[in-house]
Nanobody, 126 residues
């Protein structure tokens, strides 16, 4: 049984930082592209960041570039998202995702991801 469990969400003031983590079990972690999506109230779900199987390639949506950093630890089967300089518009439920993407790259396409976590709430107050 595959499980993706997010942690680290919470309430933070604008300009603050949070670190999200995703613990993965039930699959061969090193074979999966990992990523984060988010969904704000009343909005469609959107891609945030992704990291390739090797960890050598990363991608971010434009609005978080320079503020968020995605990383993975294959020895611990975990993935993290360091979020700095948070803004109220970052408020959303953040989802950890895993996909058997066919190359050592990343994709922003949610249809390429096979497994999703339950999500963790991030709230940034102004």
């Amino acid at each position: 049984q595959v499980e993706l469990v997010e942690s680290g969400g919470g309430l933070v003031q604008a300009g603050g930082s949070l670190r999200l983590s995703c613990a993965v079990s039930g699959l061969t972690f090193s074979r999966y592209v990992m990523g984060w999506f988010r969904q704000a109230p009343g909005k469609e779900r959107e891609f945030v960041a992704a990291i390739s199987r090797s960890g050598g390639n990363t991608g971010y949506t434009e609005s978080v570039k320079g503020r968020f950093t995605i990383s993975r630890d294959d020895a611990k089967n975990t993935m993290s998202l360091q979020m700095n300089s948070l803004k109220p518009e970052d408020t959303a439920v953040y989802y950890c995702v895993a996909g058997r993407y066919g190359s050592d790259y990343w994709t922003p396409n949610e249809n390429e991801y096979d497994y999703w976590g339950q999500g963790t709430q991030v709230t940034v107050s102004s």
